[in-house]
């Protein structure tokens, strides 16, 4: 089943600083057919003005992968940790017991990012955050894991969460094919940050979203040099 969510249908929400497009319900926005695809929670499309961002908030029991388009995001959160993580690259708080942090776009630019919630597979864990650099050699033609919990990843450099998901990504040149295998009874969701694609044929423009689920291998190819971002989830 392969079930294309346009750019243009998600939820919306827009202030003096963000603009934001959800994927699935979250804040004002609800769609009860939307409210959440297997472990995965949340996908929100933000795009956050220069010297502005999201104060002090809480959150508790959930992953949160945070996936930078453009620009960059700093983070500071009340166990003291602070970091900037740049486009390309990206972070992860899992959230446990409490954790209260601000994101902020300190930069000269927009920030545009993916932020992407994920179910942990055990409540009341202990808070922690974490941000790694990716480079983008390598990542060509190739989806490369950024955050996991499958033993299969546990000797990559993919930042840790505590569930059996994966969240990959990868750059791909026009007329290119990206392949990925879909264990049974798990789903898969994916977005292209840029680009245009067919995934096992359903066209896909840029920011579009795309469920699937009960497919075995994920076919995916490149119309125009493009981005993917693709989760993996129970």
């Given at each position: 089943?392969?079930?294309?969510?346009?750019?243009a249908?998600?939820?919306?929400y827009?202030?003096?600083?963000?603009?934001?497009?959800?994927?699935?319900?979250?804040?004002?926005?609800?769609?009860?057919?939307r409210a959440?695809?297997?472990?995965?929670?949340?996908?929100?499309?933000d795009r956050?003005?220069?010297?502005n961002?999201?104060?002090?908030?809480?959150?508790?029991?959930?992953?949160?992968?945070?996936?930078i388009?453009r620009?960059?995001i700093?983070?500071?959160?009340?166990?003291?940790?602070?970091?900037?993580?740049?486009?390309?690259?990206?972070?992860?708080?899992?959230?446990?017991?409490?954790?209260?942090?601000?994101?902020?776009?300190?930069?000269?630019?927009?920030?545009?990012?993916?932020?992407i919630?994920?179910?942990?597979?055990?409540?009341?864990?202990?808070?922690?955050?974490?941000?790694?650099?990716?480079?983008?050699?390598?990542?060509?033609?190739?989806?490369?894991?950024?955050?996991?919990?499958?033993?299969?990843?546990?000797?990559?450099?993919?930042?840790?969460?505590n569930?059996?998901?994966?969240?990959?990504?990868?750059?791909?040149?026009?007329?290119?094919?990206?392949?990925?295998?879909?264990?049974?009874?798990?789903?898969?969701?994916?977005?292209?940050?840029?680009?245009?694609?067919?995934?096992?044929?359903?066209?896909?423009?840029?920011?579009?979203?795309?469920?699937?689920r009960?497919?075995?291998?994920i076919?995916?190819?490149?119309?125009?040099?493009?981005?993917?971002?693709?989760?993996?989830?129970?």
């Open positions: 089943m392969i079930e294309l969510r346009p750019f249908n998600l939820g919306r827009e202030n003096d600083w963000l603009n934001a497009h959800y994927h699935f319900s979250f804040g004002e926005y609800f769609d009860p057919s959440s695809f297997g472990a995965l929670r949340v996908w929100n499309d956050i003005k220069p010297q961002g999201f104060p002090p908030h809480g959150h508790r029991d959930m992953e949160i992968v945070t996936y388009r620009g960059a700093t983070h500071e959160d009340h166990l003291g940790n602070r970091g900037r993580t740049e486009a390309g690259d990206v972070q992860v708080m899992s959230a446990g017991t409490g954790i209260v942090h601000a994101e902020y776009n300190l930069e000269a630019e927009p920030t545009e990012l993916f932020q919630w994920i179910e942990p597979a055990r409540r009341g864990l202990a808070p922690n955050w974490g941000t790694r650099r990716f480079p983008r050699p390598g990542r060509e033609r190739n989806l490369i894991v950024l955050a996991s919990g499958r033993d299969r990843h546990a000797s990559t450099d993919a930042l840790r969460i569930q059996d998901a994966a969240v990959y990504c990868a750059t791909a040149a026009a007329g290119s094919m990206l392949e990925h295998r879909l264990e049974p009874g798990r789903r898969a969701y994916l977005v292209a940050p840029r680009g245009r694609l067919t995934v096992n044929g359903t066209a896909a423009a840029a920011r579009d979203g795309v469920a699937i009960d497919e075995d291998r076919e995916i190819k490149a119309l125009e040099e493009s981005e993917v971002v693709l989760v993996d989830v129970p």
